[in-house]
């Protein structure tokens, strides 16, 4: 079983920074495509960033490219969103996503590629 839990989350100004941590209970984290989606009430979930399983590689979405930074520490079953210059359309849900073959099926940035998700931490931007 693997249980992914976040953290980090809070209500901050625009632009602001917040860095969430996402630590990942499973033997097999390291071979895991890890990912952040977020989802705002009344729209769909939305694909943020993902990360290769050796973090070699990473994936953005258009509306965060150059204000976010996804990276993994594998020594510690953990990965981090990095969030920057934050606007208020950034507010949302953040989830934290892992699926063995996301990554290598080039489907990172849909959320239905993702078996395995955590609870949501909740990212507020003021203005």
């Known amino acids: 079983q693997v249980q992914l839990v976040e953290s980090g989350g809070g209500s901050v100004e625009a632009g602001g920074y917040l860095r969430l941590s996402c630590v990942v209970s499973?033997?097999?984290?390291?071979?895991?495509?890890m990912a952040w989606f977020r989802q705002a009430p009344g729209k769909e979930r939305e694909s943020v960033a993902a990360?290769?399983?050796?973090?070699?590689?990473?994936y953005y979405g258009e509306s965060v490219k150059d204000r976010f930074s996804i990276s993994r520490d594998n020594a510690k079953n953990t990965v981090y969103l990095a969030m920057n210059s934050l606007r208020p359309e950034d507010t949302a849900m953040y989830y934290c996503?892992?699926?063995?073959?996301?990554?290598?099926?080039?489907?990172?940035?849909?959320?239905?590629?993702?078996?395995?998700w955590g609870q949501g931490t909740q990212v507020t931007v003021t203005s």
């Open positions: 990360i290769y399983a050796g973090g070699g590689r990473t």
């Open positions: 996503a892992a699926d063995p073959f996301a990554c290598r099926a080039l489907n990172y940035s849909d959320f239905r590629s993702f078996a395995f």
């Open positions: 499973s033997r097999t984290y390291s071979a895991n495509c």
